[in-house]
């Protein structure tokens, strides 16, 4: 793997990172919807489970879905949405179960 400067140094906002890079290596051939869908699911699967290892709350897909939102248009858009996934484990208390 080669030097990524964005990558976030850190669990849980790392392993959020890496599980969109994996996901996003696989977009040739895909749909946008499908892509795009695919890409939020993985996302929330690898938070829900740092959220599990570090006793967080895991967070609802629907703030996966607003940190993605909040992280569009920046060159540093996966490590964006990682952090803001990551933050929003940390603040409240409750959340979606994960599957």
């Known amino acids: 793997m080669?030097?990524?400067f964005v990558?976030?140094?850190h669990?849980?906002?790392r392993a959020i990172y890496d599980a969109f890079?994996?996901?996003?290596a696989k977009r040739p051939g895909r749909s946008v919807e499908e892509w795009i869908?695919?890409?939020r699911q993985a996302v929330w699967r690898a938070?829900?489970?740092g959220a599990r290892e570090r006793g967080f709350r895991p967070p609802t897909i629907e703030e996966v879905e607003?940190?993605?939102?909040?992280?569009y248009g920046?060159?540093?858009y996966g490590s964006k949405w990682a952090y803001g996934i990551a933050a929003a484990m940390r603040e409240a208390i409750g959340g979606e179960s994960c599957r």
């Open 2 to 4: 080669s030097y990524d």
């Open 7 to 9: 990558r976030p140094p």
């Open 11 to 13: 669990n849980p906002a």
């Open 21 to 24: 890079q994996a996901e996003a």
């Open 37 to 39: 869908e695919a890409e």
């Open 47 to 49: 938070a829900c489970a």
């Open 66 to 71: 607003r940190c993605e939102q909040s992280a």
């Open 74 to 76: 920046s060159a540093d």
